[in-house]
């Protein structure tokens, strides 16, 4: 069986044949040689001396799985125009129209990555080819690849909207544009590595949408709602949001801070770097560059009076100290840390040797989050033990058996009781004792739920939880 990915596909060949034979035969023409014509098939099919009689000349099948036929017959449409764009832009690469093609290349392709949802486009220069994948739904998917030449215009015309220096590849550059798609403006992160073949370029679609939700719309049981909304109310504490990266912690972040932003609180945020700008927030940006680091910021923060604080990341011991000295003279500090649930974030801030009487001081409530993969609800099956589903393919969710994600966490309470176990330096295993007995619900619970209701499956919740 072959790997349709590892080819550079000539989508302009499909346009000889009728679309509809291509999807009922599972075809798909792949390059033209000089005595023959390659094709991807994946059945047994009978239309060789019509193929023969499109293309002139002779055919050379490989069999392929039927789902990655699927998948690449789905949006041939855009395949083909995207194909036609790079195959213009290298034809023009030293005339004055050369820009032109690589603009409208760049800018179909971010009109097909909003209408999918795509959080991240990655550009990826190989030794004889480039690469184009999506993030969809936290999973990379190949959509492209072409004759790596192509990189370069790519790499140029990326840099030129983010006021990089074009021609410097032997450093990592950051930078960031807006652009019209669509009578939409976008906003859009850059982020460029060398490579040993080049380089690798990242663009992050900053989706407004999801900054503007409240903590109601992004997900949350009933039980994690009512202890959100409660700990948002206090005065003074500090707040965590945990999870490893692309576990929706901004978003969930973000979802506070819209709650919190009212015209007699004064919030200040401090990001690395800010990607959402809020209205009536003061955000500050972290620049190394001129050494408006974490530890400057946040040393002079509390002289500006902050009712409320939000801190990205929570890094070492310095970072920590001013969140819980901030906490302790009157403020809502909600930060994020690198941790994988509620009781190791307790370990971890002992980790940073913090003193256990402080954090049983200020600290509030821990959310631990994930986001799992929801099962396509037109196409999941049965698993043939009788016990939950599993994805299948259709059109719908673009034949990975998988559509939207789902949020599933778990929130601590640090309630009186858990509070006087940290003070007096019990194991977290004491904390864990007590906590069985309350209301709390596991991460692991509320995962192996969603399992059991149907929503997603056993190999989604091993991989994220």
Known sequence: MNDLLEYNIDYSLSEKIDRDLLIDQKLLPLQSHDFYILIASA???????FLVEAFK??????????????????YLDVKIKLYKLAYNALQYMDSNDENSHIINFIDGLLLFSMEKNVSDIHFESLSESVVIRLRIDGELNQIFRFDGKLFTLISSIIKYFGNLDISQRRIPLNGRFSKNIDGNIYDLRISTMPTIYGESIVLRILDNGNIQKNIEDIGFDEYTLKIVRKTLCLNQGLVLVTGPTGSGKTTSLYSMINSLNTKNKKIITIEDPVEYKL???????????INLNYELVLK??????????LIGEIRDLEALKIA????????LVIATLHTNNALETITRLLDLQAEPYLIASTLKMVLSQRLLKLLCPKCKVKNVNGKGFLPNGCKECDF?????RQIVSE?????????????????IDEIQEYITSTEFRSLHKNGIDLVNNGLTTLEEYYSKV
């Open 43 to 49: 059945q047994q099919n009978c239309l060789n001396d």
């Open 57 to 74: 000349k002779p055919i050379k099948y490989i069999t392929v799985n039927e789902l990655e036929i699927n998948r690449e017959l789905q």
């Open 279 to 289: 209205n009536g927030v003061m955000q500050v940006n972290i620049n190394d560059e």
């Open 300 to 309: 002079n923060i509390l002289r500006q009076d902050p009712d409320i604080l």
């Open 324 to 331: 819980i000295q901030a906490s302790l003279t009157g403020h």
């Open 400 to 404: 990975v058996g998988y559509k939207n």
């Open 411 to 427: 929130v601590l309470e640090i309630d009186q009781k858990i509070s006087s176990l940290i003070g007096a330096s019990k194991s």
